[in-house]
Each structure stands twice: as structure tokens, then as C-alpha cells.
């Protein structure tokens, strides 16, 4: 997994697929609703005979997207004490729509306390899903799986979305397998083949999957995803057969540079990355997410100034996932060798949002150079339980092994975290690697590390 998590326009997976009512339905809903009503005052003598019919008319809130009005009817049916599993249920899904993950796996965490449905789990680890937990809901969904005969294509996709963020990719192309032997035409299922495939480095796989999506749903994103591994790939003649990005509007394609920008700052092509999103920026320079990409680029090149400079744009403008901004400020700082500083932007990040592996594990590494090791151990070991694969982690139990003097553990950590692609090279001014920069085994694994990202 990269050490910089950013959000741009995927097409991700969700149980739910919201529709368009038609004035027919949707006027059954509202006259339904005026009859619950009527019944609920009629009853209200009565509290405990009146919670199914708040139940009954939270779900026609939810599917009216009157979500206050549906967590209000949840509120007031939680204090009647009866079917709480199942107005925690309306609950969570009301937060899904919202967004509000965290809120989401506090509502399913209470229907598991009241009532252990094992969908109650595969909710809450879709959520984690969403919140970067992927070893929390790999547990979740496993629970699912174990418990449910017949699996949906919808869940086996999702496992397989877990999966490929948890880099166990054989594993995420047999829970996809599953997934396509449901249903072959499935859009969803052919994104994330292709997402996949990526991870996999198996472009030319990867754009027959998302031809395929493209030609199941041409309004997918599957023939602009084409573009972008095009794009990457220095081959802007062949992009073009698939899409012409000025034909599309200013603020989309904004996004699609801002994308392969994105995708170039993982390929460690700073000088295109920034190119690429100086054009997105030129575009749409309201995009909160432009300003972290070229924080992250210009921390990379070392331009710290730039840095802090496109961190105070990002603050200024209404960021989506303002704790990611804490986390690149805390990154900022930490590579600038201000721990203290750096570890009250992760803390704020956590604060938001305790589920982001990369803020645990970054604030561990400050209080390695701290030479607080029992805070560092803390830490690394909360990032770990999130994200039990991501190869930054290795790096911080290596540095654990390192300031406990435990050099067989040192270099088995480095050698995992360079073999899953962690760039080392941007990582070796930390002090607890003085010991070993001379060493020809260190040395042997930086060459490795230049050479897997292309230094």
C-alpha cells in the first residue's frame, strides 16, 4: 500500500444502489409516512407499542434521503429499549449514505452488542473498508463468510476490494472469480479486475477489464481509466483513441489530471506529477485534493516551503477528509525532522480519524527518533492491527528491532519492507539506520529499493 492515501473519483462498490424514485413511489412513501404518523400520536400514550412504527418510518425517511428525519425516529425508537439491533441497522445505513463511516461502525457495533447477525459485521466492515481498515474488515467479512452458505457477487467484489488493498492479490482474484461466476456483466466487478490488474502491474489485463466495463456501461469510468494507464505510460497517441479529455468538461477534467497526477506521485515521477497537476490546478483550483498532491510532490523534491504553502491553500478551501491534511502536515514536518510538531498534526488526524493506518504508523516513527519506545511500540502496533500488510509499517518494526538491537529482526523487517516496495532511499536519514549504513546488507537492500521505484 502507498504511504499517501488520496481520494479521487473511483467508482466504488456499495450494497446499496441508490435510484431515482419516480413520483408514483415516491408519493406512496410520503402517504405512508402521514399514516405512521397518525398512528404514532394516536399511541403515543403508549411508547413501547409505537417503536415499529417509528422502525417503519426511519426506512421511508432513509429511502426519501431524509436522513435527519430517519435518525431522529432511530433516536426516539433506541429509547423505547425494544429491537434495538434493528434501529441500530437503519442507523448504520443512514450513516452510510452520509458518509459518516465512523458513525456507520458505532451503529453496527451496537447491533452486534445487541443481536451477533453476521450481516451486522459485513456492514460494519464495508465501513472499515471506506475508513482505509482493510485487516479490520477483512476480520469482519471473513465472520460473514463463515457464517452465510450463499454469498452474493456484491460481497464476494467487496472481499475482493479488501483484498487488493491488503496486497493479497491471488486471494482478491479468487473472491472476484466467485463474484464473476454470479454475474459476468457486472461493472463494478470489471473496475475493480482492473484496479487489480494494476496493483499487479498487468496493464494490458487490465485495460480488457475496463473495455469490458466501458462496454457494459459507457457512462462507467472504464474508457477513461484506460486513458489514465496510457497516460502513465508516456503513450498520449494511444489514450487518444480511447478518449479525447477536452471534449469533457473543465472541473472532470481537473479530476483525471489530478488522478494521474496522483498516479505518477506513487510511480515517484515528480517532475510529470507536477506538471500534471499544476495543469489540474490551472483547471480547477478550488480541488482540495490538488493541493495535497503537489504537498506530498514537493515534500518528495524536498521543497518544503512549496509544501507548507500548498497546505495552508488546502486549509483554506472546505476539504472532504480533512484528516488526510493533518496527516501530509505531520508528514511535512516529520520529514523536515520536527517530530514534536509532526506528532500533534497525527494526533489531530487520529482524533478524526482513528482508523487511518498510515497517521499511527507515521507518529510511531516520531517517537522512534524521540527515543520513545514504548509510545513508538504503541503505535506501530495500532497501525499494524489496521493495516497488517502495508510495507511502511515494516519499516517502523524495523526500526523497533533496530533501537532494541536486534539485528536479525532488523533486516527481516527492511528486507519485507523493500520487497513490498517501500522506498527506502527517501526513508535513510532516520538516525536508527546510522548503525547499519555501512553495512553491505543495508546497502544491497537500498540498491533494491532504487531499483523497484525506479531510481
Request: net charge negative.
Amino acid at each position: 500500500m502507498k504511504q499517501i492515501i488520496l481520494v479521487f473519483c473511483t467508482i466504488l462498490f456499495s450494497f446499496q444502489l441508490s435510484a431515482q424514485l419516480d413520483e408514483t413511489t415516491e408519493k406512496v412513501y410520503r402517504d405512508s409516512i402521514q399514516s405512521l404518523t397518525q398512528k404514532i400520536e394516536e399511541l403515543k400514550a403508549f411508547p413501547s407499542a409505537v417503536a415499529d412504527y417509528y422502525l417503519k418510518r426511519a426506512d421511508l425517511y432513509l429511502k426519501l434521503s431524509a436522513y435527519d428525519k430517519a435518525l431522529k425516529d432511530c433516536e426516539i425508537g433506541l429509547g423505547q429499549e425494544v429491537m434495538e439491533d434493528v434501529f441500530y441497522n437503519i442507523q448504520g445505513q443512514v450513516y452510510f449514505k452520509m458518509n459518516s463511516f465512523i458513525k456507520m461502525t458505532e451503529s453496527y457495533t451496537n447491533a452486534i452488542k445487541h443481536n451477533p447477525e453476521s450481516y451486522y459485521y459485513l456492514r460494519r466492515g464495508e465501513a472499515y473498508y471506506y475508513l482505509r481498515a482493510p485487516s479490520f474488515a477483512e476480520r469482519d467479512i471473513d465472520k460473514y463468510l463463515i457464517d452465510n452458505l450463499e454469498i452474493s457477487e456484491g460481497v464476494h467484489i467487496l472481499y475482493g476490494m479488501v483484498l487488493t488493498d491488503l496486497g493479497k492479490y491471488l486471494e482478491a482474484m479468487k473472491a472476484f472469480k466467485k463474484a464473476n461466476e454470479i454475474n459476468q456483466n457486472n461493472v463494478a466487478l470489471q473496475m475493480k479486475l482492473g484496479k487489480l490488474y494494476e496493483e499487479m502491474n498487468m496493464s494490458k489485463v487490465a485495460i480488457d477489464a475496463y473495455a469490458k466495463a466501458h462496454n457494459l456501461a459507457p457512462e462507467s469510468h472504464g474508457k477513461d481509466a484506460i486513458c489514465l494507464i496510457y497516460h502513465l505510460k508516456n503513450k498520449e497517441d494511444s489514450a487518444a483513441i480511447y478518449c479525447d479529455w477536452e471534449e469533457y468538461s473543465m472541473k472532470k477534467q481537473a479530476e483525471l489530471y489530478g488522478t494521474l497526477a496522483s498516479k505518477l506521485l506513487d510511480e515517484d515521477e515528480y517532475e510529470r506529477a507536477l506538471v500534471i497537476v499544476n495543469k489540474a490546478i490551472s483547471m480547477d483550483n478550488t480541488n482540495v485534493d490538488f493541493y495535497n498532491i503537489r504537498g506530498l510532490i514537493y515534500i518528495r523534491m524536498e521543497n518544503f516551503e512549496a509544501a507548507k504553502k500548498d497546505y495552508e491553500q488546502a486549509e483554506r478551501l472546505t476539504a472532504v477528509n480533512p484528516y488526510i491534511l493533518d496527516n501530509n502536515r505531520g508528514y511535512l514536518n516529520m520529514m523536515q525532522g520536527k517530530y514534536e510538531e509532526a506528532i500533534i498534526e497525527f494526533e489531530k488526524c487520529i482524533e478524526v480519524q482513528p482508523y487511518f493506518p498510515n497517521a499511527h504508523n507515521n507518529k510511531a516513527l516520531c517517537h522512534l527518533e524521540l527515543k520513545q519506545l514504548d509510545e513508538a511500540k504503541k503505535y506501530a502496533r495500532n497501525a499494524k492491527i489496521l493495516h497488517e500488510t502495508n510495507e511502511y509499517i515494516y519499516f517502523t518494526y524495523a526500526g523497533i528491532a533496530a533501537y532494541e538491537g536486534n539485528d536479525k529482526a532488523f533486516y527481516k523487517q527492511l528486507k519485507t519492507a523493500v520487497k513490498k516496495g517501500f522506498p527506502l532511499q527517501y526513508f535513510d536519514y532516520f538516525s536508527f539506520l546510522d548503525t547499519y549504513k555501512s553495512d553491505s546488507k543495508y546497502q544491497k537492500l537500498l540498491e533494491q529499493s532504487k531499483e523497484k521505484n525506479k531510481i
